[in-house]
């Protein structure tokens, strides 16, 4: 039984750090990348480079703004809830996330460093002034483009393919796999690098490396241990365990 096996390693090698990916935010009803209903079978990787994104900002937000940007009835599910427990009761102490979606924090868990950026902040390309979503789907819906006030191009505060990731958050996550004793992987292919590097940085560290998913990964060979599975099942059983003398 994988929550036995699971609270075990925590309990062996605690605090654990985790790295999540877009498996653990489909049961809140955003899909996943690469997945059987991924969002890659719909649409092109394409909307996601930085070079698409500046010849078509139109294109990208209308098919962005509501499918990858307007999170405001979106709610963290059990995993994100199993995530903010082990933090407070002292089994995490950092969450790298490559999801944009911001549903960690929504859970309340506390140190979540984002990898990827975040899907609800906009900033313009010229003076760098910071947009709200709202105002930004506002904008959206009068004028295809949404343009500052001094006339540049507002974008998402993400990172795009051919961008370098935000280099506090990599500091910070480097920092984390160096340290730590237990890396867990949750709901990641493992195939988009620097993110998938994190692993490799804590195994070459002497950690111990956990990856739970429902599929092939691409650091499986790697792992210490794999959880092929459901991960809004998994949660719900380790938080009843959890809950229990
Ligand atoms: P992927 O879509 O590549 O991988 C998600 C994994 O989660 C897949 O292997 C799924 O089978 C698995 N999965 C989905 N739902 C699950 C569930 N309920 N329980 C268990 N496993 C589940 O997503 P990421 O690895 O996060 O980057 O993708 C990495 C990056 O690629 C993203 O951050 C994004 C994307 O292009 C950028 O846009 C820069």
Redesign the pocket.
């Known amino acids: 039984e994988y929550a036995d096996k699971f609270l075990n390693i925590l309990d062996t090698f605690r605090p654990a750090v985790v790295l999540t990916?877009?498996?653990?935010s489909?049961?809140s009803g955003i899909p996943?990348?690469?997945?059987?209903d991924?969002l890659y079978n719909r649409i092109s990787?394409k909307i996601?480079e930085l070079e698409f994104f500046l010849k078509n900002p139109d294109v990208y937000y209308s098919l962005a703004m509501r499918k990858i940007h307007d999170l405001r009835d979106v709610e963290p599910n059990t995993t994100h809830e199993l995530l903010r427990l082990l933090e407070e009761q002292g089994f995490v102490n950092a969450i790298i996330t490559?999801?944009?979606d911001g549903l960690h924090q929504k859970a309340g868990s506390m140190r979540v460093i984002e990898?990827?950026g975040n899907a609800n902040e906009f900033y313009c390309m010229n003076c760098r002034k910071y947009y709200s979503i709202a105002v930004v789907i506002d904008k959206v819906s009068k004028d295809s483009i949404p343009h500052c006030s001094c006339g540049g191009l507002i974008r998402p505060d993400?990172?795009?393919?051919g961008e370098s990731l935000p280099e506090s958050a990599v500091m910070h996550a480097q920092e984390a796999s160096v340290n730590c004793n237990l890396f867990v992987v949750?709901?990641?292919?493992?195939?988009?690098f620097p993110?998938a590097g994190f692993p490799r940085v804590a195994v070459e560290n002497g950690a111990y490396l956990l990856i739970?998913?429902?599929?092939?990964?691409g650091l499986d060979y790697l792992a210490d241990m794999k959880f092929n599975?459901?991960?809004?099942s998994?949660s719900k059983v380790v938080i009843e365990k959890l809950g229990q003398p």
């Open positions: 990916g877009a498996g653990v489909t049961a996943d990348f690469r997945g059987p991924g990787p996601f490559q999801n944009i990898l990827h993400i990172v795009f393919f949750m709901g990641s292919s493992l195939v988009v993110a739970i998913n429902r599929g092939e990964t599975c459901d991960l809004e998994f």
